[in-house]
């Protein structure tokens, strides 16, 4: 089953979108979806009365959607299926700034940077468990992307020394792949069919992308975007949120060619994800 055809029958929709997916994304005061088909879409509310919703993922299996809340420092979760969204639970409490969220759907495990204790940690889908795998030679930690089948997590930092790290989810052989020509890495997404990372830097306004470890960098699209932020992918698309623009923004993966703007008019685009 093809996952936009999975995520059509998880939110009970009726859109039909032509081989293009939904986006899910993170705007601060609540969780949103939209068909990336139609720029002048209008986007459903997922989930409402948001504080300050930053980072967003979901495990469909469960079906459930994760976002941490920065306001709140927290993490919360929905059950979500052709019902609707239940009551919001809080699954992480007492963190700082929870910046960057990820879920592994293989080993059901939640993993999270925070970039004011300056740690990523892990739990379970249920938020027991906790445990720190970094804390050391972190400073600030924002986007966190994971390749569960071959057991590696990725990492931004934009700290004094900007960088990009990777590591086996269980903490284990960490090395720095990406340390020059780079300052504000902000969205950080991984291309599993292709074995490529793509990273987005807001000082530099470029976005790049290497090998998984690090190597063979190539430009996508050069120092031209005004602040993007989060990318996902599908397929042979890229999408990113700009915050300067307030849209979400595609182009082609390979060349960077055929920009276009998908959704605009987002009160503050966060992180997103294809659904």
């Known amino acids: 089953m093809g996952i936009c055809f999975r995520i059509l029958l998880l939110f009970g929709s009726c859109w039909i979108i032509s081989g293009e997916p939904l986006l899910l994304y993170a705007n601060r005061r609540d969780l949103r979806i939209v068909d990336a088909a139609h720029e002048k879409a209008n986007a459903t509310v997922v989930v409402g009365g948001l504080e300050d919703a930053a980072a967003v993922d979901y495990v469909y299996s469960q079906g459930l959607i994760y976002w941490s809340d920065v306001s709140e420092e927290a993490i919360k979760r929905t059950f979500f299926n052709q019902s609707g969204a239940s009551t919001a639970q809080t699954v992480v409490p007492g963190l700082a700034a929870p910046d960057g ?11 999270w940077t925070d970039s004011d204790t ?16 970094f804390w050391q030679e972190l400073d600030q930690p924002r986007a966190i992307a994971l390749d569960p089948e071959r057991g590696f997590m990725y990492w931004t930092d934009w700290g004094e ?3 990009i790290e990777r ?15 780079i300052h504000w890495p902000n969205g950080l997404t991984v291309d599993y069919d292709q074995q490529k990372l ?28 005004p ?5 996902t992918l599908y397929e042979e ?6 915050w300067n623009t307030h849209s ?11 920009q276009r703007i998908v959704h605009s008019h987002i009160f503050s685009p966060m992180d997103l994800h294809v659904a």
């Not at 300056?118 to 795998?133: F, H, P, T, W």
């Not at 590591?167 to 020509?181: F, L, P, V, Y």
């Not at 979400?248 to 055929?258: A, D, L, M, N, V």
């Open 118 to 133: 300056n740690r990523i940690e892990v739990a379970e889908l249920d938020g027991s468990l906790r445990k720190v795998v």
């Open 198 to 225: 793509y990273w987005a830097d807001a000082k530099h306004n470029f976005i790049h992308r290497s090998n998984l470890d690090g190597s063979s960098r190539e430009v996508v699209v050069k120092g031209e975007l």
């Open 101 to 111: 969220l990820a879920c592994d759907w293989l080993g059901k495990k939640l993993y």
């Open 161 to 163: 020394v900007p960088k």
């Open 248 to 258: 979400i923004h595609s182009c082609r993966k390979q060349t960077g060619r055929e």
């Open 237 to 242: 698309t890229l999408f990113w949120t700009d």
């Open 167 to 181: 590591a086996g989810m269980d903490g284990t052989n960490r090395s720095m792949i990406i340390s020059k020509d």
């Open 227 to 231: 602040h993007p932020f989060a990318l």
